[in-house]
């Protein structure tokens, strides 16, 4: 197990980093490793970001010192996503299969957690995003078919795309922890344009499907000092409730949007005209 604290940037600090010290602060550029779970915590509204990756026995949700607790799930929440081949997860001993983009919800106290791929050479990449809970809500799994689908978004603006909503109200209860799924039609490279903020709460994004030869301009900033990062296959991007954040991609790619914060109001977003940005 390594996990890797993050503290918080204010919007003022960042508008002096160079290329080095926005990837350094924003990106998360090995999620997935084999035969092991990677942590990062944030100091973004307390969220932590991870991947596990068993490729032989089972690997463990650890409980590292950084969350304070003496077991993960004693205050926390977590959703999982599988972006990698079939596999379990194991919660409090019961176990729970998830294919491809299949997502899973544990609630708070549920017990330990561990995971493993029925296929050591195609393994399972779980997906971790947790966040501070105040409640218990039982563990349930949402199959990529049970997720509430909206296409939205055109050819003409290349933009045309799905979202899956898999933990939202409605679909899964939750404390804060709201998580889905979008993926661009072929042909399509752009997302969330019009740009939004929500100043209530952070945003994490984890782009995968990315071609190998392909990248994804991410933008970010405040909307009048905007900025972006580079990221390629299943690396994630920590987006503070200050900035945007859109992307372009110069093929079509998946990412899977998750947030913690004041509330789980999808549609909690304050919009910024195109032509404002600078």
């Known amino acids: 197990m390594t996990i890797e604290i993050r503290q918080v940037s204010h919007p003022e600090a960042v508008k002096g980093f160079d290329t080095a010290e926005l990837r350094r602060h924003f990106l998360i550029e090995t999620l ?24 032989g026995k089972a690997v463990v949700l650890p409980t590292p010192k950084a969350v304070g607790t003496d077991a ?30 299949d997502a899973l919800y544990v609630g708070k106290e549920a017990g ?45 603006t290349a933009n045309k795309r ?45 782009y995968f499907d990315v071609p190998t030869d392909a990248r994804v301009f991410h933008l970010m900033g405040e909307p009048q000092e905007t900025r972006h990062l580079v990221v390629a296959n299943e690396q994630a991007i920590l987006s503070p409730g200050w900035s945007i954040h859109s992307g372009v991609g110069t093929k079509a790619y998946s990412f899977i949007w998750g947030m913690g914060g004041d509330n789980v109001d999808y549609t909690d977003m304050d919009m910024v005209a195109t032509g404002d940005l600078r």
């Open 72 to 101: 993960f799930l004693k205050r926390r929440e977590l959703g999982i996503v599988n972006v990698g081949g079939p596999g379990r997860v194991s919660v409090g001993g019961e176990d729970y299969a998830l294919a491809k983009r």
């Open 112 to 156: 330990e957690v561990s995971f493993a791929s029925d296929d050591a050479g195609n393994p399972a990449k779980f997906y971790l995003l947790s966040t501070p809970a105040h409640a218990v809500h039982p563990t349930k799994v949402i199959k990529e078919a049970d997720a509430k689908t909206i296409a939205l978004g055109e050819q003409a």
């Open 162 to 206: 799905v979202i899956r909503q898999y933990i939202i109200p409605g679909v899964c209860e939750t404390c804060q922890l709201v998580m889905g799924v979008t993926t661009l039609e072929e042909g399509s490279i752009w997302n969330t344009m019009p740009a939004h903020v929500h100043d209530r709460r952070c945003e994490v994004y984890l």
């Open 32 to 55: 997935f490793a084999p035969g092991e779970v990677k942590l990062t915590y944030s100091h973004l509204d307390r969220v932590v970001v991870g991947g596990a990756m068993p490729t």
